[in-house]
């Protein structure tokens, strides 16, 4: 079965041209998102998801209609691999039904895992670099070693709410349960000692 899928980002945005090229396509079903590509969480993927069948291709009128990456994109055809299934970009005439459409992706692939292999050398650099100088990687904290441990001390209180802690700190849940397991592991290094 020939699965088309097409979004577009915003409620005023038009999927015509979309629909009319994935029908042209010779598509069976067609799934619609009106969502930003920048959202993981998509329904009409999520339904494809449990559609696809071996023999099943999934058709696009754009590879960016899919994926919000070419490292989002790769996921997407190695789960279409899984399910003995395949992508078809209409757009970009690539099918991964074909040999040559397999490399294609292939060729993608390679080069994302170049892309983040120079992204992780550029920043082992640059902290080897800072730490020459004296400086230590990492974002600054938010809060000096006082009000640290006040808010750690609230929190371990229980008697006012994370949220309210939050807020009279400036501070996000995640950074206040960060100062959290911060002090846990002090103390439990300190009991080590």
């Known amino acids: ?12 945005q038009n999927l015509d041209a979309q629909i009319d090229a994935l ?6 079903e067609i799934i619609t998102d009106k969502v930003t590509g920048t959202v993981a969480k998509r329904e009409g ?11 099943d291709t999934l058709i696009v009128w754009r590879l960016d209609r899919l994926g ?9 055809v190695n789960f279409l691999e899984e399910r003995g ?3 078809q970009s209409l757009h970009e005439s690539i099918n991964t039904s074909t040999s040559t459409g397999r490399l294609v992706f292939h060729i ?7 892309e983040r292999n120079l992204i992780q050398e550029r920043t082992m650099v640059g902290l080897a670099a800072a730490r020459a100088r004296g400086r ?6 938010k809060l000096n070693k006082d009000k640290r441990a006040l808010a750690v001390k609230l929190y371990k209180e229980q008697k006012t709410p994370i949220y309210k802690i939050c807020e009279m700190m400036g501070i996000s849940r995640p950074t206040l349960y960060k100062y ?7 103390e439990s290094k300190t009991k080590q000692d």
């Open 108 to 114: 993608f692939g390679a080069l994302a895992e170049f």
């Open 68 to 76: 919000r990456s070419l490292k989002n994109l790769i996921e997407w």
């Open 45 to 55: 993927l999520d339904k494809i998801r449990l559609m696809l069948r071996e023999g």
């Open 23 to 28: 029908r042209a396509a010779g598509c069976d």
């Open 1 to 12: 079965m020939k699965i088309g899928y097409a979004r577009v980002s915003t409620l005023d």
């Open 180 to 186: 959290v397991r911060a002090a846990q592991e002090e």
């Open 85 to 87: 299934a395949a992508l």
């Open 136 to 141: 230590k990687g990492g974002a600054k904290k």
